[in-house]
């Protein structure tokens, strides 16, 4: 059984290609959230902005962690304003962000260490089991069936949700990849350092 | 021009994206190798039909939990190979109707079994990768390019070692028979290698896409080419030609590789039809 509830921690990082995605439990709502937010996401390219950060200060507690940036950037490549990563997934292309992503999921250990920026759009999902919540950056493929995410933690993980965006809210990521271990199982994720609220305009795809 | 220059070194310097080149490019050898023997002989259908019975096998796989399931489809896709390919003049049911039988059968015991048994909670995911092939050809292990080589070794060993049988099976089978020749055997062999192909193919463009693989480069190459060996080579060319050209704009553009892979094939169908057409008008 928990077994069964740690690969469900997963099922929003795990790749959902090949039926190696999520498996089916109690949270399995969750992740079929999560698809149709995909597709939908996928098929408005030019809609019109998610959220505006007039609306997104408005409706935020004033406890907002710090590093929840919610300053829109004004150019999409981040990392080449001075301040080098070493995978900035937010020059690519979606085909490439995608299998960057897989390769991070199924070959972590090459991407230990390593600093990224990542956009995607924000979900989470709450484990009884552990009785914790989980935050994900999530990708669409290029044909915008398959979407496979990235956990995420901030230094200051603050409360939910009023120290986060709402679920389907582009966002961008920036930190450091790293793994931790629960219930015997290794698990990746983003140390992140910032977490940045886009307007769709901004993300590059 | 830098911009494009930096991307694209950045791309490559992902070992993935060399895996999807290789493994693109001897899938596309293999097929059109294949591709100018399935035409000639009236089975350009035999691709879809058996990779749908691929797709179908992958879904029984998916139901077994087996996490490798090249063990399962490639039997079953060999089996129906042999079938189709075998037994389709003398059977009960035509050739072309039992394709279109197994076809269809299988994609829809296939899809009813991925709702059935679901592996993951994302069903549309899924049938569209394996449709569609999605981004497979970038999520490939070592050990999968390894296999594919092995595979295409195989195929390309098989073609060149039987070259001449496979020109006389063919183009006329009964004057083979009637020279002592067993045109069965050969038949077999064309059989498992054509479904060794559509399970390699099924990773590059996906199952819906694999005979457009197999068809679209054999096709240009007799718009221009008459004889069996010329064709063949040209057949080849263009089909090497067409994949990396596809995996490549992709790969830039951000476009589905499949899709990307089979619309640069048309492209160059219709570019030798045009000259087709030039080189006949200047001979008359």
């Not at chain 1, 999520?22 to 809609?47: G, H």
């Not at chain 1, 690519?92 to 199924?106: A, L, Q």
């Not at chain 2, 279109?100 to 049938?127: E, K």
């Not at chain 2, 070794?153 to 073609?159: G, K, P, Q, R």
Request: aromatic content about 10%; overall charge negative.
């Amino acid at each position: 059984m928990k077994m069964r509830y740690s690969a469900a921690a997963l099922a929003l990082s795990a790749v959902m290609l090949l039926g190696s995605c999520a498996e089916d439990n109690s949270d399995s709502d969750v992740i079929n959230a999560l698809i149709s937010k995909a597709a939908s996401s996928a098929s408005a390219e030019n809609s019109a902005v998610i959220s505006s950060l007039e609306e997104l200060r408005a409706e935020k507690s004033s406890s907002v962690a710090e590093a929840y940036d919610t300053t829109v950037p004004a150019d999409t490549t981040e990392a080449s304003a001075g301040d080098p990563v070493d995978i900035d997934l937010t020059v690519m292309n979606s085909t490439m962000i995608y299998s960057v992503i897989y390769d991070i999921m199924v070959n972590p250990t090459a991407y230990y260490g390593k600093s990224l920026i990542v956009d995607g759009y924000f979900d989470s999902m709450y484990l009884d089991e552990f009785q914790s919540r989980y935050y994900f950056v999530v990708v669409p493929d290029a044909t915008a069936c398959c979407v496979q995410g990235l956990e995420f933690r901030l230094p200051d993980e603050g409360t939910y949700p009023d120290d986060y965006p709402d679920p389907g809210t582009d966002i961008r990521i920036r930190g450091v990849l790293g793994n931790y271990e629960e219930a015997g199982q290794v698990y990746s994720y983003i140390m992140a350092d910032r977490m940045t609220v886009l307007q769709k305009d901004d993300t590059a795809q | 021009m830098g911009d494009f220059a930096a991307k694209l070194q950045l791309y490559f310097s992902y070992p993935f994206v060399w895996y999807a080149l290789i493994v693109g490019l001897l899938i596309a050898l293999c097929s059109s190798l294949l591709g100018v023997t399935l035409v000639l002989k009236r089975f350009s259908y035999i691709g879809d039909g058996l990779s749908h019975v691929a797709f179908g096998a992958m879904a029984i796989a998916a139901l077994v939990g087996l996490t490798n399931n090249v063990y399962i489809v490639m039997p079953i896709t060999v089996i129906s190979a042999i079938l189709l390919l075998r037994t389709g003049q003398n059977a009960k049911i035509n050739g072309d109707a039992a394709i279109a039988m197994i076809s269809v059968g299988a994609l829809a015991l296939g899809y009813m079994l991925m709702n059935l048994f679901p592996s993951s909670a994302n069903i549309s995911g899924d049938v569209c990768t394996t449709l569609f092939g999605s981004t497979s050809i970038l999520t490939l292990k070592e050990s999968d390019v390894i296999i594919c080589i092995v595979m295409s070794v195989v195929v390309i060993a098989a073609f060149l070692l039987f070259y001449n049988k496979i020109f006389a099976v063919t183009f006329d089978e009964n004057f083979m028979k009637a020279t002592g020749i067993k045109a069965n055997v050969y038949n077999l062999i064309i059989a498992i290698i054509t479904a060794l192909i559509i399970v390699l193919a099924m990773n590059l463009v996906g199952s819906l896409l694999i005979s457009a693989l197999i068809i679209f480069p054999a096709l240009s190459a007799m718009r221009l080419f008459r004889s069996f060996r010329s064709v063949v080579i040209c057949s080849a060319c263009v089909s090497v030609t067409c994949a990396g050209l596809g995996i490549f704009t992709s790969i830039m553009a951000g476009t589905p590789v499949g899709s990307t892979i089979v619309v640069t094939d048309i492209i160059v169908f219709f570019l030798f039809c045009g000259l087709s057409l030039i080189i006949r008008r200047k001979n008359v």
